[in-house]
């Protein structure tokens, strides 16, 4: 598969709990991107990296997110303590160029 | 920062007719400006952008203009298919800021055979 992958493709938790998604970009993509979608919204952008290091956060990443990308390869978002409010769809993109491809997204349900 | 306003939020056609959407933003750094076509429940594909230095580009039955003075851009589709109903985004970028996107609120086209 040559696309975007992320891992899980859905995941239920309670609030409070901490929750970990993974993103495989295209293998010879050097910058990965986070995104979450609310149900009839576009996408918000939240980090994004080039290579392993991270060059941008919105403020919409608070303190109880951290994303990383050790290797320059794959990705982790982690959200920690989650609260209601961050149930959403969480995409993952990359690109080499101009043109950015998202992955499936996982969605995040907080009960 | 960058700010996106897209028209219509929703748009009904009868098939082969032509459905037109519109996208306005803030930042005159912005030179990179894609479309996304959303399915229900699927990622955001994209499915034809622009850069500033192009005023129009076309592929078979989509097209997009860019007017840089007036900071506007649209989407054009031509002879509608029920399977181009789905949830349109437009997008923009600054290329050499990490081509980050900030997107429109999307529009909803239905189209009726």
């Known amino acids: 598969d040559t696309g975007v992958s992320q891992d899980p493709r859905h995941k239920i938790t309670k609030r409070g709990q901490n929750v970990t998604f993974r993103c495989d970009p295209i293998s010879e993509h050097n910058r990965l991107y986070w995104y979450r979608q609310t149900l009839g919204q576009g996408p918000e952008f939240l980090t994004y990296f080039q290579n392993e290091a991270q060059l941008e956060k919105s403020r919409l990443l608070s303190d109880r997110f951290s994303a990383e990308r050790p290797k320059g390869s794959f990705s982790t978002l982690e959200i920690q303590r989650t609260e209601q409010g961050d149930s959403a769809m969480y995409l993952c993109a990359s690109s080499l160029g101009s043109g950015v491809v998202f992955g499936p997204g996982t969605r995040l349900t907080v009960l | ?113």
Do not use: M
């Open chain 2, 1 to 113: 920062g960058e700010n996106v306003e897209q028209h219509p939020s929703t748009l009904s056609v009868q098939e082969g007719d032509s459905a037109v959407i519109k996208c306005t933003y803030s930042d005159s750094a912005s030179n990179y400006f894609p479309w996304y076509k959303q399915e229900l429940g699927k990622r955001p594909q994209l499915i034809i952008d622009i850069r500033s230095n192009v005023g129009e580009k076309k592929d078979q039955r989509i097209a997009v203009t860019l007017n840089k003075t007036a900071k506007h851009f649209s989407l054009h589709i031509t002879e509608t298919q029920p399977e181009d109903s789905a949830v349109y985004f437009c997008a923009a970028s600054i290329k050499a800021a990490g081509n980050k996107l900030t997107f429109g609120g999307g529009t909803r086209v239905l189209v009726k055979p």
